[in-house]
Nanobody, 119 residues
C-alpha cells in the first residue's frame, strides 16, 4: 500500500545539523498524522515529533527547541530538521504515517535511516 522512504541520515559532529526527509508513495491515501520515531541500541523506540493533519506539532522533551517537523503535502513529504545535535541523538530514525487508505486506517513505516552524532 503506502510506502515510506527516509533519507538524510548520516554522521555528524556534535552541534551540527541534519534534515531528514520521508516521502510517501503508493495508492491514494489521506494522512492523519506524520511522525518521527527513533530507536537507539538497547532502548525502546520513542516518539520524537509528530504533526497532525491540522498542522499541530508535538515534540519529545529532548527534541523541543532543537528539532522541527514540517511537511509538504503536495510532495507527500515530511521533514525533520535537527539542529544542535548531541551524541544522545544517535539512533535509527523511522518515519511513521497514520493514514486513511481505501476507507481503512493504516500505519506505514519507513525502513529507517541511521543518525550518528560524534562528540
Amino acid at each position: 500500500q503506502v510506502q515510506l522512504v527516509e533519507s538524510g541520515g548520516g554522521l555528524v559532529q556534535a552541534g551540527g545539523s541534519l534534515r531528514l526527509s520521508c516521502t510517501g508513495s503508493g495508492s491514494r491515501f489521506r494522512v492523519i498524522t506524520m511522525s518521527w520515531y527513533r530507536q537507539a541500541p538497547g532502548k525502546q523506540r520513542e516518539l520524537v515529533a509528530s504533526i497532525t493533519s491540522s498542522g499541530t506539532t508535538n515534540y519529545a522533551d529532548s527534541a523541543t527547541g532543537r528539532f522541527t517537523i514540517s511537511r509538504d503535502i503536495p510532495k507527500n513529504t515530511v521533514y525533520l530538521q535537527m539542529n544542535s545535535l548531541k551524541p544522545e541523538d544517535t539512533a535509527v530514525y523511522y518515519c511513521n504515517a497514520r493514514v486513511y487508505e481505501s476507507g481503512w486506517r493504516r500505519d506505514a513505516w519507513g525502513q529507517g535511516t541511521q543518525v550518528t552524532v560524534s562528540l
